[in-house]
């Protein structure tokens, strides 16, 4: 059963236009959230965080948009550039800081 | 600055056989673990410490077994290699747990396959 879900296997977008990865979780006791991002043959880095009293945070061209009644986050990317092609994990954690759960990830191709 | 190395890189086991995946980090970080990613799935949490000496189960721990004797050190044992062990391997370190700003370092990542 998984607890964080993202729908979209692969997204396609092109350059300079704005890239949405969603993400969809279950459990009502996360509260907090990351979203990381991994290129090939390296392990995952992170991108930007939200916690459950907020529902937006900036970090650059990224955001990420949290809709808790929804158990609903999205990132976006605006401008989309090639470099940001890469597979992005949204990761969810409780309160009390339980070990992050992660989803399947996202694989994003900017066209140049 | 290195944060998390790990090796090797890429392994090939024939089933039975074991092996140890070697995880360093030189943050100073009191938390450690030990993920495994399949194809088209998350990163499944297979053991983590919280500190030298003390280690816990994830969500997968079946077929592997870890120590942590010092603060840099979390190695990753595999004593019957599986089939069902083929995967991509990764280690992440943390100050805290869970809640943090910045979450976790990774290292780059053990591709190992079982045949």
């Known amino acids: 059963d998984q607890q964080v879900k993202q729908n979209s296997p692969s997204l396609s977008v092109q350059e300079g236009r704005i890239s949405i990865l969603n993400c969809d979780y279950t459990?009502?006791?996360?509260?907090?959230f990351l979203w990381y991002k991994k290129y090939p043959a390296e392990g995952p880095t992170f991108l930007i965080s939200?916690?459950?009293?907020?529902d937006k945070n900036e970090d650059g061209r990224f955001t990420v948009f949290l809709n808790k009644s929804a158990k609903h986050l999205s990132l976006h990317i605006v401008p989309s550039q090639p470099g940001d092609s890469a597979v992005y994990f949204c990761?969810?954690?409780?309160?009390?800081?339980?070990?992050?759960?992660f989803g399947p990830g996202t694989r994003l191709s900017v066209l140049p | 600055n290195a944060g998390v190395t790990q090796t090797p890189k890429f392994r090939i086991l024939k089933i039975g056989q074991s092996m140890t995946l070697q995880c360093t980090q030189d943050?100073?970080?009191?938390?450690m673990y030990w993920y495994r990613q399949d194809p088209g799935m998350g990163l499944k949490l297979i053991y983590y410490?919280?500190?030298?000496?003390?280690?816990d189960k994830g969500e997968v721990p079946n077929g592997y077994n870890v120590s942590r004797s010092t603060t840099e050190d979390f190695p990753l044992r595999l004593e019957l290699a599986a089939p069902s062990q083929t995967s991509v391997y990764f280690c992440?370190?943390?100050?805290?747990?869970?809640?943090?700003?910045?979450?976790?370092?990774f290292g780059s990542g053990t591709r190992l396959t079982v045949v």
């Open positions: 992440a370190s943390s100050p805290e747990k869970g809640i943090s700003n910045y979450g976790y370092t």
């Open positions: 459990n009502s006791m996360f509260d907090y």
């Open positions: 939200i916690s459950s009293i907020k």
């Open positions: 990761a969810a954690t409780g309160r009390y800081g339980q070990n992050f759960v």
């Open positions: 943050m100073n970080h009191n938390y």
């Open positions: 410490s919280v500190g030298a000496g003390i280690t």
